[in-house]
């Protein structure tokens, strides 16, 4: 038995059985760490010490038969949420030596059941990103292939689980960063419902579109881990108070009658061939497992991309004015007066995606500007809101591609950034229509690497996505395949 | 020949709430406090801190707009305004622009002659204040500024009117019948030298008869009552001689400095704004219902317009008086009990705007800390009424009752003051005086009808001032006549 081999569900039993402490599980994903970490750059921050002492408090609470659901369990954190008194960098210069004062919600959730953080994850600099390449700490590099991108923008997320550095992790999702590198590294993601998860104390990209979920080996752990996070926050406005079932119990159930939709026009061309083969397997898979094929419309998904990039970039250019050197973060000695403060603190502490998006946000909400982009994206959001209600008046789940090609190479799309931006094509719409989605893997490319399946839901059917994902699990091999690593 | 202008004002007043708390978080509001030792993740605008709305600020706003005559919008959303500056953590202030949460308000003015005047008000909004910054003035600290982030997010309320103010007089009428609801309402302060409550005015000048308005002036930095007058009237110079030696007026900013009684523009970069508004995605919209709203106006204290108006119709009392009596809920409260157990309302009036409010003047009391209840000061009015003591003795026992807090019954009693009314007693002391001034009598009887006066004031000093002096007069009368 390897231990970093375990799933967080197998974990908990071996844990429970005593045939494993948190000490001996926190050391062989610091060994894990230590002996891969060179290669895949999935981590900013390694947490030795917190995590060995975290570790043994775990030791003590099942001794003591204080035993939740996560208590020793090995986590990861994105670089984006914060994590009191470890840097809290949001792979950006700017934040290179900031300590969070405090603990996101969704951070203390996870502590208060006392799980073992092994440390923050790389990302794209404030989560802009598709690939990883916009990290201020180096690139992520692809597990199954050390050549290619793991996605973005929670690639270190994906990374990480994916190269077997910790047993889950917790990333944002705000136009696919979840389950794109999901996809890419080959482990299951889950994008909750806009509002089932606190945004409290995670570092915003885009208010109205980011949310939390979890990144682990199988579906059973997303389960588990998105149940830990879950339900409501009253420092969150926009979270919602609506209850939160028991994830696992209805995770076994059968699929019989389940009517699965295809959106018509997420099968066009540009969907590379392999992809193509393995969601076509994945339909066929579920025609066996019981599931009613259905084909249905999405009719506005075209316009989906730009109404994000307006949107997503109005709220970055606003959510980000607040990195301006005068409290935390970087500050340039240079400067001769205030507005040169901003100006050089900004320049030299801001990537150069995060510096466009910056602008595009800023001259889609200017005077003059507002109407034809701004509110026009809002907009189009309603539009495309609603297509997802209609088709779930027909479905229960839809099915898709979560990429349109498997992870590109290291810097093939880093001079051309629509091209990056159109590989969250079938991501982008599910964020803007505020629903819940998730990646699980559903094959390999010809070159070996992996291929994800999207699963869309209705509004806080988490429970429901989770089951279609599980039979599928159930049903096929793929998520058992490990990077040779 | 200077061509007849007609001056066009508009004010936007910022009204600091006094909630406990801030608006998007918790921590304290207090005034004075260490610098940055009120300050949360969300107020010092740490990365991945979120707003959550202060529901009492909604409150206030309610009751602030339905004082106004403000329809409350049943759907009202947060906006962010983005601008760079130290003292604002976010980048941005969360304020609203599109759907406030009143609008469509008025607020009447007396003017000059007492007539009056209706000044409409836009709207009403709801927005967290920045903080301060500290420029540092020591010859080590020159050139450096520290931010203190204490009055970062408290609530404010921010009453936009109309142009609809046409002098500097009608500007302060307005702005102290605003200061004085908000004030009554207890949502704010009022105090203009901390900058509770803050004036910003839009300032124009058109040729009478023109319909367009005229390019405004903003002018800022206004801190008390009588600066926005010079304010005003300074800018309304400036602009027609402006206009009269062939200039234009720009619209700007303009700040005013107390010490010179001018305005001075302030355009710059710091002016060169696009505020970028759009919807705070952190906040969902707020809903207000009905039940709500009547909850909140039935909390409502009764407003200085409407008890004005029934001191004066309801109690009879001179306008004046209700006037001063209506200008402090508290004082006005003060009179509204004396009056439900006192016989007569206007003596209540009376004595409270003399004896009472000079007494607070002098020993520097506010009207809630008088040692003297309501119902005390009722019961030494009815003394005075049913003729038990004089006017006068009832001075000499208000003084006795503010420096022992006991009650004038008590102190009549102990003190011996009770005014004599026995007919054979005052006869006594008035033949007694009658004897002992033969040549005032002689005089009287000649003619100078006014001695009488010395003569009441010698009875009145024999009695010690507690004969009825309208039994002495009457007596004296009839006995000199009598003679
Ligand atoms: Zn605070």
């Not at chain 1, 990374?159 to 999702?173: F, H, K, N, P, Y």
């Not at chain 1, 970039?313 to 959510?319: F, G, H």
Request: proline share 5%; hydrophobic share 40%.
């Amino acid at each position: 038995m390897t231990i970093y081999d375990l799933t967080l569900a197998e974990l908990r039993t071996k844990l429970d059985n005593r045939e494993l402490s948190a000490v001996e599980v926190a050391e062989a994903y610091r060994a894990r760490i230590a002996a891969t970490d060179q290669d895949v750059n999935a981590y900013i921050t390694v947490c030795d010490e917190s995590a060995m002492a975290e570790a043994k408090l775990a030791d003590q609470a099942l001794a003591a038969g204080e035993i939740a659901p996560l208590t020793g369990l090995p986590i990861a954190a994105k670089d984006i949420f914060n994590t009191a008194g470890l840097k809290t960098t949001c792979a950006s210069r700017i934040l290179e030596n900031y300590i969070a004062p405090y603990d996101a919600t969704v951070i203390a959730r996870i502590k208060e059941q006392k799980a073992v953080i092994t440390g923050k994850l790389n990302m794209d600099e404030f989560a802009m990103g598709s690939s990883n390449e916009n990290s201020a700490f180096g690139a992520t590099r692809n597990p199954w292939n050390l050549n290619h991108v793991p996605g973005g923008s929670s690639g270190g997320s994906a990374a990480c689980v994916a190269s077997r550095q910790a047993a889950a992790a917790l990333g944002t999702d705000t136009g696919g960063s979840i389950r794109q590198p999901a996809s890419h590294c080959g482990v299951v993601g889950l994008k909750p419902t806009y509002g089932r998860v606190s945004r409290y104390g995670v570092i915003a990209y885009a208010s109205s579109l980011d949310q939390v979920g979890p990144i682990t080996r199988d579906v059973r752990d997303s389960a588990l881990l998105l149940q830990a996070i879950a339900g409501h926050d009253p420092a969150d406005s926009t979270s919602i108070d609506t209850p939160v079932p028991d994830y696992q119990a209805t995770l076994t159930q059968e699929l019989t009658g389940l009517k699965v939709g295809l959106p018509a026009e997420y099968f066009i061309d540009g969907l590379d061939e392999d992809v193509r083969r393995a969601v076509e397997q994945a339909v066929a898979t579920y025609k066996e497992l019981g599931a009613e094929i259905v084909e249905v419309s999405l009719p506005h998904t075209s316009y989906a991309v730009a109404c994000y990039y307006l949107i997503a970039t109005a709220e970055a250019s606003s959510n980000l004015a607040r990195y301006d050197g005068v409290r935390y973060g970087v500050r340039t000695d240079q400067a001769e007066n205030l507005i040169d403060m901003y100006m050089q603190s900004r320049a030299a502490g801001f990537g150069a995606e995060v510096k466009r998006r910056i602008m595009l946000g800023t001259y889609a909400l200017s005077s003059g500007y507002y109407d034809a982009y701004y509110l026009k994206a809002q907009k189009v959001r309603t539009m495309i809101r609603q297509d997802f209600l209609d088709a779930f008046a027909k479905v229960d789940v839809l099915l898709t591609p979560v990429a349109p090609t498997p992870a590109f190479t290291i810097g093939e799309k880093t001079n051309d950034p629509l091209q990056m931006y159109l590989s969250d094509i079938y991501t982008i719409p599910v964020n803007l229509a505020g629903t819940c989605a998730m990646s699980l893997p559903c094959g390999f490319s010809a070159a070996g690497l992996p291929i994800g399946l999207q699963l869309i839901g209705k509004p806080f059917e988490e429970a429901t996505i989770l089951r279609t994902a599980h039979a599928f699990e159930q049903a096929t091999e793929w998520h058992k395949r490990k990077p040779e690593f | 020949m200077t061509q007849p202008y007609e001056t066009v004002i508009g004010l936007e007043i910022h009204a600091q709430l006094t909630t406990n708390t801030k608006i998007f978080c918790g921590c304290s509001t207090e005034f004075g406090k260490t610098p940055n030792s009120q300050t949360c993740p969300v107020c010092l605008g740490l990365p991945g801190a979120l707003p959550v709305l202060n529901r009492q600020v909604v409150e206030f706003a309610i009751k602030t707009g339905l004082a106004t005559n403000c329809q409350i919008a049943p759907r009202s959303i947060f906006a962010r305004k983005n601008y760079f500056y130290p003292d604002l953590p976010k980048g941005y202030q969360i304020s609203q622009f599109e759907l406030p949460v009143c609008e469509h308000g008025w607020q009447d003015i007396e003017l000059e002659g007492g007539e009056s005047k209706r000044i409409g008000i836009t709207r009403i909004h709801m927005e967290e204040d920045a903080g301060k910054l500290i420029h540092g003035d020591t010859p080590e600290a020159l050139g450096t500024s520290l931010v203190d982030l204490n009055r970062a997010c408290t609530p404010l309320l921010e009453i936009v009117s109309e142009p609809d103010m046409r002098s500097a007089d009608e500007a302060i009428s307005y702005l102290k019948k605003i200061h004085q609801i908000v004030v009554y309402l207890g949502v704010c302060n009022g105090n203009l030298e901390e900058g509770s409550f803050r004036c910003d005015a839009n300032v124009s000048v058109r040729p009478y008869g023109q319909a367009e308005l005229g390019t405004r002036a903003e002018l800022k930095n206004i801190n008390s009552f009588r600066f926005i007058k010079e304010a005003i009237e300074h800018e309304v110079e400036r602009q027609i001689d402006l206009i009269e030696s062939g200039g234009k007026v720009v619209q700007e900013t303009r700040l005013f400095d107390s010490n010179t009684g001018m305005t001075r523009s302030m355009r710059g970069k710091e002016e060169a704004h696009d505020y970028r508004y759009f919807p705070d995605p952190d906040l969902v919209p707020l809903v207000i219902d009905d039940s709500w709203i009547d909850a909140v106006r039935s909390s409502l204290p009764e407003l200085p317009d409407a008890k004005r108006k029934r001191f004066i119709e309801k109690l009879g009392l001179p306008e004046y008086d209700a006037e001063v009596l209506a200008s402090d809920r508290l004082l006005a409260n003060y009179f509204d009990a004396c009056v439900t157990h006192a016989k007569e309302a206007k003596a209540c009036a009376n004595w409270i705007m003399g004896e009472v409010l000079r007494k607070l003047k002098e020993t520097d009391t506010l009207i809630g800390e008088v040692p003297i209840s309501p119902v005390m000061l009722a019961e030494l009015l009815d003394r005075i009424a049913d003729n038990t003591i004089s006017g006068k003795i009832g001075k000499t026992v208000f003084e006795k009752m503010w420096q022992t807090g006991r009650g004038a019954d008590e102190l009549i009693e102990s003190e011996g003051l009770k005014q004599v009314t026995d007919t054979g007693a005052i006869e006594t002391l008035v033949d007694e005086v009658i004897a002992a001034n033969p040549d005032q009598v002689a005089e009287y009887l000649g003619g100078k009808d006014k001695l009488i006066g010395f003569f009441v004031g010698k009875v009145m000093q024999a009695s010690q001032g507690k004969a009825n002096p309208g039994m002495v007069n009457q007596l004296l009368i009839k006995r000199l006549k009598g003679n």
